[in-house]
């Protein structure tokens, strides 16, 4: 069975740009969470969807934005990036809201 | 305010011995606690998790305590093999209030010598 997956893999930006990143779920699941890891720290939560619907928010700007598909697969929109986006970006998924969540291998974002 | 901390940031032990990875939080909220695995290039991995209503889950060389007077979980890893070198995170959730975010801390890398 396919796990989740994300593109791209990587991805170099520079300061101001735009940039979607993209995550299938596991089949069958449908919940999808963000999350951003800098280097040496771990998973910080952005956002989580269920069932097309936001259902989290963590403390990021306005810049920062998601969305889900009908058919579960998920977009996370930055506008305006800084130095300071340059991250791994997790995407996570899970059977249901209250269910373990299971990642994929991330996009790494660059901005330059 | 960082609301999971893992204090040690590094932890090595002997193949075949005991590895204890600790974690401490102070959201008396968190209700879910799970313990995740990362290696190199990949996406964390889930390993277990615990309820508040418990005090101990095992599956096989794993078990999760949680002392909540304390605010205290711990992960064992019995017997410790090289395979397990990697990054252990813990995280929390508070799945009555925001179930879909777990707050993670920063990690402790394992490492099982031969």
């Known amino acids: 069975d396919a796990g989740v997956t994300q593109s791209p893999t990587h991805l170099i930006k520079t300061r101001g740009q735009h940039v979607t990143l993209r995550c299938s779920p596991i089949s069958g699941h449908k919940s999808v969470s963000w999350y951003q890891q800098v280097l040496g720290q771990g998973p910080q939560f952005i956002f989580q969807?269920?069932?097309?619907?936001?259902?989290g928010r963590g403390n990021f700007p306005d810049r920062f934005s998601a969305r889900q598909f009908p058919n579960y697969s998920s977009e996370l929109n930055v506008n305006a990036l800084l130095l300071g986006d340059s991250a791994l970006y997790l995407c996570?998924?899970?059977?249901?809201?209250?269910?373990?969540?299971?990642f994929g291998p991330g996009t790494r974002l660059t901005v330059l | 305010d960082q609301q999971v901390k893992q204090n040690s940031p590094s932890l090595s032990v002997q193949e075949g011995r005991i590895s204890i990875l600790n974690c401490d939080y102070t959201?008396?909220?968190?209700?879910?606690f799970l313990w995740y695995k990362k290696y190199p290039a990949e996406g964390p991995t889930f390993l277990i998790s615990i309820s508040s209503i418990k005090d101990k889950n095992e599956d096989g060389r794993f078990t999760v305590f949680l002392n909540k007077s304390a605010k205290h979980l711990s992960l064992h890893i019995v017997p410790s093999q090289p395979g397990d070198s990697a990054v252990y995170f813990c995280a929390a959730s508070a799945r009555n209030t925001n179930a879909g975010k777990s707050t993670f801390g920063d990690g402790t890398t394992l490492t099982v010598k031969p």
């Open positions: 959201n008396s909220m968190f209700d879910y």
């Open positions: 996570a998924s899970s059977l249901g809201q209250y269910n373990e969540q299971f």
């Open positions: 969807y269920y069932e097309k619907e936001e259902r």
